[in-house]
Structures are given as structure tokens and as C-alpha cells.
């Protein structure tokens, strides 16, 4: 089983749809869980992390950690042409060493105007 | 503005030559990471470093080799012993290793 598993996508949505994209993982020492948004030829960029379980709300977007079912979820309302990218999540244990830090493959997001 | 600031941008290997690509950082992280990354796949680890003068090898590791001198500095060497060395090549840092990381922009390494 692999340690992180994301929805492969592509994924296309209309402008101002709810978007939902999902990461399952297996390894239960995750304390770390993050979100990265990755423009075509950029450095992934830190979207949002949390600590534990839990939700964690910034703008448009929403991060949700369900510890005991291993999932977690990124979502964007009200998405924008400008969030067509890829995204990555990511998760860690504290303090976790290279291969305790591992990211999924990543979903492309294309949002038609 | 802190961050993180990879140079080159692009870079283009001959055959049979090492090439160094550049990661520096002014957030005063601790660790440091390399990361390759193909088209349509995702992050590889090459190296990390949890601390000046400490590094670790990665998943891939073989035909790489890096330093860390200074906190503010982790150079990756790609050897003529990297035989498929065409990708992007990310830098990345955290505060201490297992918290979030931020990425640099990346360096696009070629053969000629």
C-alpha cells in the first residue's frame, strides 16, 4: 500500500464551482498535513497546514484532517480561473526524518472561465 | 523578503560533466532539501540535511552528492555518474525536519 494516495484527476470545473480534492494515507505517526498549490514551471507553493486533526479555514479555502479515517481534504469555493494548478498534500510525523516527510503525486486543477 | 532562491533557472549539461546547481535561504531554517521532479510525477527525495554539516541520502541519492557548509547554503552536484539527469530540480527548507517546507522556484536541468 502506498504511504499517501491522492485522487490522480485531472480535474475540470466551471468557474465558481466547489472544488474538492481528497489525499488518504497509512501512516498513523502523520501529525503534520499540508496543502501545496503548484504552477506550471513554479516551486510548490504552501497553501495551508494544519497540526492534529481538524479544520482550518483561510479565504476561499478550507483544510479538514480526519485522523481516524486517515483522509484529508482540501477544499476551494468559489474557485477561480487563477487556481487552475496542481496540488500537492504533503504530511509528516514531528521532527520526521526525509522519508517520514512524503507528498502525494499531486491532482491537476483546470478552472474554466 | 525571506525565502528561498535557486540559480540557475535553467541549466544545460554536456556529457560526462558535473554540474552544480545553487540553493540559498534567509529564513534561518535548519533543514534543507533536494527534490527532483519529472513530468507528471511527483517529488523525489535526492538528499536532506537536518543541520550544518549533516546530510542524508535520499530515495534517490545515486549519482548526486551535496554539502552544507553554512545554514544558508546546500549545493546539489549532479555527476557525470547521473545518467538521466533531465528534470526540475527543487530546493526546499523547514525550521527543523517533519514541519512544513517551503520551496524554492526551481532549476531546469537539460543535456546537451
Known sequence: Q?????DPGPLSVPEGA???????????AFQYFMWYRQYSRKGPELLMYTYSSGNKEDGRFTAQVDKSSKYI????????????ATYLCAMSAVRGYGQNFVFGPGTRLSVLP | DGGITQSPKYLFRKEGQNVTLSCEQNLNHDAMYWYRQDPGQ????????????????GDIAEGYSVSREKKESFPLTVTSAQKNPTAFYLCASSIVTGQPQHFGDGTRLSIL
Open chain 1, 2 to 6: 502506498k504511504e499517501v494516495e491522492q
Open chain 1, 18 to 28: 466547489i472544488v474538492s480534492l481528497n489525499c488518504t494515507y497509512s501512516n498513523s
Open chain 1, 73 to 84: 481534504s482540501l477544499f476551494i469555493r468559489d474557485s477561480q480561473p487563477s487556481d487552475s
Open chain 2, 42 to 57: 511527483g517529488l523525489r527525495l535526492i538528499y536532506y540535511s537536518q543541520i550544518v554539516n549533516d546530510f542524508q541520502k
